[in-house]
């Protein structure tokens, strides 16, 4: 199968070309994107020579091109979209592990080529689902998530019929400041947020789980995945992050997938789809484990997850707004611009200032995706 990677310096990229390193018979890394980790990218073109790298600035792959003649770059965006549509049409997968909303455009450019989507980039669906579920079916191109939570969902869902579906419950570690109180939040620091109990994550992406905005966006990716309504979608904090999620049907069973906290697994799953290939990690120790716990996830607690919801179930635009504003209010965190409790503040005055539309497109998305960010940077910054 040949692969293009999108994020494939990140933290998922890394561990996709850890399963491709455990089977390079099966895989072969056609092309890879890059932001501006140069060193990363130099490492993974020696051992995987790629045909095709795209790097976030054109000056990086200028000192690419003097080591690796011999490959196909771009860069920026139009070099994104050319990496996950590069080549000829075959036994293909894009696996899409970019932050952000900069993973929706290439994800568009690959359905339309015909090919699958290994999908990471939770923002493609929290702000293109409308878009992107009518493209699905026009293509004939299917999705396979890549994310813990959804992966868990659709095994659990193979082979039940739509209509038993019940409710599908979505677990959450609670983030590196489960057991703070809100008082305590006013203080932390950036690296107290980048400590994740349980989950090795990017920088973003661990922000997000502190602030529950991660759970939020995947109830609106859930949503669009698995084609049910949002009055059917649960979160429930699970400390452990075993039971990575649950659907309960309408006989009053409930199916769960369990295993350890190891994105390789949900990774090597989406690759292998719809097989189930030998991955040689570490097995899920029940007696070890002795118990499991689940709490309620307090909107009190976390007003982001809520606010997420609520903008998914209103869609338009207004799930746009609420990423861009997380995205930039995320941004100022990690670059010390803003305290902690601030990005929750930021997401709701943007909320507020931005009005939603429910004619969408695109073009829509793309330009109120950069207006809210420069808002918001130009008030902040």
Aim: net charge negative.
């Amino acid at each position: 199968m040949n692969l293009y990677i999108l994020g494939a310096t990140g933290n998922i990229g890394l561990q996709t070309l850890d399963i491709v390193r455990e089977n390079k018979d099966k895989y072969n890394v056609e092309s890879v994107s890059g932001n501006s980790n140069l060193e990363q990218m130099k490492k993974i073109i020696e051992e995987f020579n790629p045909r095709y790298v795209s790097m976030g600035k054109s000056e990086d792959v200028l000192k690419l091109e003097k080591l690796f003649p011999n490959i196909e770059y771009g860069y920026g965006s139009k070099g994104l979209i050319s990496a996950a549509i590069y080549g000829e049409l075959g036994n293909d997968l894009v696996v899409n592990a970019v932050v952000g909303s900069a993973g929706l455009e290439p994800t568009i450019e690959a359905i339309k080529a015909g090919r699958n989507i290994a999908l990471a980039n939770k923002e493609t669906l929290v702000i293109g689902g409308e878009i992107i579920n009518k493209l699905l079916q026009k293509h004939n191109v299917t999705i396979i998530p890549v994310d813990s939570e959804h992966s868990a969902i659709m095994q659990c869902l193979n082979g039940e019929h739509k209509s038993s579906i019940k409710n599908i419950i979505i677990t959450a570690s609670g983030g590196s400041f489960r057991d703070k109180t809100r008082e305590e939040l006013k203080r932390v620091t950036v690296k107290d947020a980048l400590k994740h109990p349980n989950w090795s994550m990017g920088s973003k992406v661990t922000i997000d789980s502190a602030t529950m905005m991660n759970k939020g966006l995947e109830v609106i990716e859930a949503h669009y995945l698995f084609d049910v309504d949002y009055s059917q979608i649960k979160t429930v904090m699970h400390r452990e992050s075993v039971v990575h999620s649950l659907v309960e049907f309408n006989d009053t069973s409930v199916i769960a997938h369990l295993g350890n906290p190891d994105m390789r697994v949900p990774i090597n799953y989406a690759l292998s789809y719809p097989c189930r290939d030998t991955y040689n990690g570490k097995s899920l120790d029940l007696i070890a484990l002795g118990s499991l716990h689940f709490e309620e996830l307090s909107y009190s607690k976390y007003p982001l997850l809520k606010l997420a919801i609520d903008a998914g179930i209103s869609k338009g635009l207004n799930p746009t707004t609420l990423n861009a504003a997380n995205e930039a209010a995320v941004h100022l965190f990690l670059n010390g611009k803003i305290m902690f409790l601030q990005i929750e503040e930021i997401v709701r005055e943007s909320l507020n200032v931005f009005k939603n539309d429910l004619d969408i497109s695109l073009k829509k998305i793309l330009e109120r995706d950069l207006i809210v960010k420069d808002y918001i940077f130009r008030k902040y910054s």
